[in-house]
């Protein structure tokens, strides 16, 4: 399946233009990376606090992406 099918098969509904698909899915990404470090990080041998601190960042750094299907 080439990317843009990708899309259409997990976003079509939306019927978003080419510009807002293509921030749709960067924020995606973005916010899966944020995800992803936020599970690193609580692996790592820190205090409850530093932990904390990072979560609060990461979860500052995502995006809500029901703002942009609306």
């Known amino acids: 399946m080439n990317p843009f099918a990708h899309f259409q098969a997990l976003y079509g509904h939306l019927e978003l ?6 921030l749709h899915v960067f ?15 609580n692996k790592m041998p820190f205090g409850n606090d530093t932990r904390a601190s990072f979560a609060v960042y990461f979860q500052s750094q ?8 609306k």
Request: charged residues 30%; hydrophobic residues 50%; glycine residues 4%.
């Open 17 to 22: 233009s080419e510009d807002d698909a293509a």
């Open 27 to 41: 924020l995606s990404g973005w916010n899966t990376a944020m995800s992803e470090m936020m599970e690193r990080v």
């Open 62 to 69: 995502m995006v809500n992406l029901e703002a942009i299907e």
